[in-house]
């Protein structure tokens, strides 16, 4: 069974058809994640909502963009969904937080060290987290593309053992959810490829995510050892199912891959400050089943100007991402022993990420 889950619900599990919040729908929501905690399970809830509710509070202003709505009714709004899930998870003995993030909070390894530590403080003390992008802060580069690239961080972030997505749909779906001779996938294993044509890439009424995100997040997060669910919301005792592995369930489960270390699962989210480009067989090394360092001797360029200690984007000769490291040498000394054998690595293996094809 799961120790930690990390679960994120959708802006249409959310609200109703008008765009208002759905009171009496998030209280069943919220008496699964109560009856999970009471299995000793912890929730690090996930949860779109703050700007549907702005809009049911303060409705559309007269003047102002797309922007300046947002975060007004974010920042009306952040305030009634808290209130509102304090109200719900104290009907059975539980209190919740609000922890609002941006993408800021990841690149940083000081402030995702410091967000980590106040997660882990509200778990030991049976507070349940319940996260948002902050919207009233978060525009242009420092949004997430929804709050299903949000709840795959903080997975990675809390070392979660699962991440449950709850749409409005039941999965993904082998052709358009509208057709009915198209079904749920149940399992996709690593590196199962999937058409792309049979996810749709737009965003739901509520929401910036569609499914197209999701099976993103979901194939990322799987393939850094982590079990992922995507679920119907709207199906009863959902969750509960799926921790009970429950056979009939419907569900797409993401098989998880090789389990990666918590700096590994960073490493992809921080700012990088350089790129070596390297050569074919240093390409094939490093794709291979064995574990690989990158080596000088492999290294055919550098650009830009880092240091020790710093992350760096690894690519081929073409300029295909290859994946990301911290550097054991400043670009300088990088570059004078480029191509050269019988030195330390560039990039060991345990601070390497490899891009997931």
């Known amino acids: 069974m799961y120790r930690r889950i990390t679960l994120k619900i959708g802006s249409n599990v959310l609200t109703l058809s008008d765009g208002h919040p759905n009171e009496a729908h998030m209280a069943r929501l919220v008496a699964q994640i109560a009856a999970l905690r009471e299995k000793g399970i912890e929730v690090l809830l996930v949860s779109s909502g703050a700007v ?23 920042a009306v709004g952040q305030i009634y969904l808290i209130r509102l899930y304090s109200e719900l998870f104290a009907r059975h003995g539980a209190v919740c937080s609000q922890v609002l993030a941006t993408k800021e909070d990841f690149r940083d390894r000081r402030h995702f060290l410091n967000m980590r530590n106040c997660l882990e403080t509200l778990l030991r003390n049976r507070v349940v987290p319940v996260i948002n992008e902050n919207d009233v802060t978060s525009v242009n580069e420092l949004m997430f593309t929804d709050n299903d690239e949000l709840s795959g961080l903080i997975t990675d972030m809390m070392n979660s053992d699962a991440l449950i ?19 749920v996938i149940p399992v996709i294993e690593p590196r199962q490829n999937i058409v792309s044509k049979f996810l749709a890439p737009t965003s739901s009424a509520f929401g910036r995510g569609g499914m197209l995100t999701k099976f993103s997040i979901a194939r990322r997060v799987a ?39 918590p700096f590994k699962k960073w490493l992809p989210h921080t700012t990088v400050k350089g790129t070596v480009r390297i050569n074919k067989g240093a390409a094939e090394r490093l794709a291979g089943q064995q574990a690989s360092s990158l080596l000088l ?7 830009g100007t880092f240091l020790k200690g710093d992350v760096i984007r690894i690519t081929d000769e073409q300029g295909k991402l290859i994946g990301l490291g911290r550097s054991e040498y400043n670009a300088n000394t990088a570059r004078k022993k480029t191509g050269e054998r019988n030195h330390k690595p560039l990039v060991r293996y345990d601070y390497l990420y490899l891009n997931q094809q």
């Open 297 to 303: 001797v492999g290294v055919t360029h550098i650009d």
């Open 223 to 261: 393939a850094s050892g982590v079990p992922v669910h995507i679920a119907n919301g709207f199906t009863d005792h959902i969750l509960e199912n799926i921790i009970s592995e429950k056979a009939e369930t419907v569900q797409t489960y993401f098989v998880p891959g090789r389990k990666s270390t």
């Open 52 to 74: 549907a509710s702005g809009r049911k509070v303060i409705g559309t202003p007269r003047d102002g963009d797309s922007v300046s709505c947002r975060q007004l009714w974010a």
């Open 165 to 183: 997505i709850l749409s409005n749909i039941d999965g993904i779906y082998n052709g358009s959810p509208d057709k009915p001779d198209s079904k």
